[in-house]
């Protein structure tokens, strides 16, 4: 899955070191290798040996040579290097960048970046998180939301009612994340961040409505733009010849990225009403969290009773 600039500038400004000189537009421009490219020859207008989707990496060599051009010659390099379909560009060793380069790269909306680390030291550590970066990303379909304060994605197959549960619950108080498409990463050893994507931002398809825009019709205080994954709930067909966990004591797990994360499975049919039971799924998820297990307690009352005591 390609990696936007945004994410890559966010998960790695600390250690790398960078911040951005110009070029803001391009954030959601997307990173679509592992490797970088040393410019080199592509600043002196070669360009056909520049990569797509490749960090350029602009050295003292590239400044220097940039620097000794005449005005006009300049003015055509940039034109033509930042026209290329690269992601993004990064000096090293905090190198000041000529005025021309900057504000090319801001018309032609590419992200020019600057690390106080030496070229030689930035490219390996580019490349580490790139790896990490890559390695620790992917995308689920789903509807992903707040419920209760908590990251809950539904999942299910297509027409299921996901969207139409989700509509329900952020019309009770609870926040919308993303719909269709979720974009997952993990921070650390247990921890999935879930978004939406740039595109379908905020967007939710519901059959017969078409597509609605949540912060257009409930406001700001619908919508959170990441959200921590805690629970997964799948929505399945009713399925007469399936054995259901009736009690509620089952363990399941859904594994993202990973991680571990509990799961409930609710089977729907004609006249359930599928966004209440999902906050009450969430609300005895929080009472399990907190040592209060329903299900756990009825047993133990029922196996007290059978061997003839007194229920407490």
Request: hydrophobic share 45%; aromatic share 4%.
């Amino acid at each position: 899955m390609p990696v936007t600039v945004d994410r890559f500038l966010k998960s790695c400004s600390g250690p790398l070191r960078l911040r951005l000189v110009s070029g803001t537009g391009g954030l959601s421009r997307e990173i679509t290798s592992r490797r970088v490219q040393k410019v080199g020859l592509g600043i002196t207008g070669e360009v056909d040996s520049t990569h797509p989707g490749l960090i350029q990496i602009l050295g003292e060599t590239e400044i220097a040579y940039f620097r000794s051009q005449p005005a006009a010659r300049q003015a055509r390099i940039a034109d033509l290097f930042f026209s290329r379909a690269i992601p993004c560009a990064v000096a090293g060793v905090a190198l000041p960048l000529p005025p021309l380069m900057a504000e090319t790269a801001e018309r032609r909306g590419i992200p020019l970046l600057v690390s106080d680390l030496p070229t030689s030291e930035l490219i390996p550590e580019i490349l580490g998180h790139l790896e990490r970066v890559f390695s620790e990303a992917t995308t689920i379909h789903g509807v992903l939301l707040e419920i209760l304060g908590m990251g809950v994605v539904l999942l299910g197959k297509s027409g299921v009612g996901k969207s139409e549960c989700a509509l329900d619950l952020i019309l009770r108080g609870h926040r919308f994340v993303s719909d269709d498409v979720i974009l997952l990463e993990k921070r650390g050893s247990a921890t999935i961040l879930g978004s939406g994507a740039d595109m379908t931002r905020y967007h939710m398809e519901i059959r017969g409505l078409g597509i609605i825009n949540i912060r257009d019709l409930f406001g700001h205080m619908a919508i959170v733009d990441q959200k921590k994954v805690e629970m997964v709930i799948r929505i399945e067909e009713w399925n007469a010849e399936k054995e259901y966990d009736r009690l509620g004591v089952e363990d399941m797990r859904t594994d993202l990225l990973g991680v571990s994360l509990p799961t409930v499975l609710i089977p729907v049919s004609p006249g359930r009403n599928l966004a209440t039971i999902v906050e009450v799924a969430v609300r005895n998820f929080l009472l399990k969290r907190q040592g209060v297990f329903s299900a756990a307690e009825l047993l133990e009352r029922q196996a007290k009773m059978a061997e003839g005591g007194t229920p407490e």
